[in-house]
């Protein structure tokens, strides 16, 4: 898919493959906010995770547990933010799959809000 930026890592200014494996890759880019952060991508343009087949996945665990102890020793933050998302209403921007990967730190003002945090505000509440 020539026009997804993901399927051409280096679109992005200043990003870097900094672990890769077979199927996947974990991709940085300076960061002002979220120091550390990455992503782990298919190097086969999927869409979203349930597209991943039963290997990508496997190597996509693998790749994370090595970003992971990268990150550790880099970093040392104190808690991380991993996870996906899928479509435009979950807040996929890029139609290739990605995992995000985000190192938390102690001193952050919004330590320790999850993932979920502002979703399950009551804000978010359906009108339905």
């Known amino acids: 898919m ?3 930026p993901f399927c051409n890592p280096f679109s992005f200014e200043n990003q870097k493959i900094i672990l890769e494996n077979e199927h996947c890759m974990f991709l940085q880019m300076p ?3 979220l120091i550390g952060s990455g992503l782990i991508i298919p190097r086969k343009h999927r869409e979203t995770v ?3 087949t039963e290997e990508e996945w496997i190597t996509t ?3 994370l547990q090595r970003a992971k102890y990268l990150l550790d020793e880099q970093y040392a933050p104190n808690g991380y933010n991993v996870g996906w998302n ?3 209403t979950g807040g996929q921007s ?3 799959a990605h ?3 985000v190192p938390r730190y102690e001193d952050e003002p919004f330590a320790g809000k999850g993932i ?3 979703i399950k505000s009551q804000n978010n509440k359906r009108s339905k």
């Open 61 to 63: 665990y693998s790749l």
């Open 86 to 88: 899928c479509y435009p």
């Open 116 to 118: 979920r945090h502002w």
């Open 99 to 101: 995992l995000h990967v």
């Open 94 to 96: 890029i139609p290739h």
């Open 50 to 52: 349930f597209d991943l």
């Open 2 to 4: 020539k026009e997804c």
């Open 31 to 33: 960061q002002e906010i």
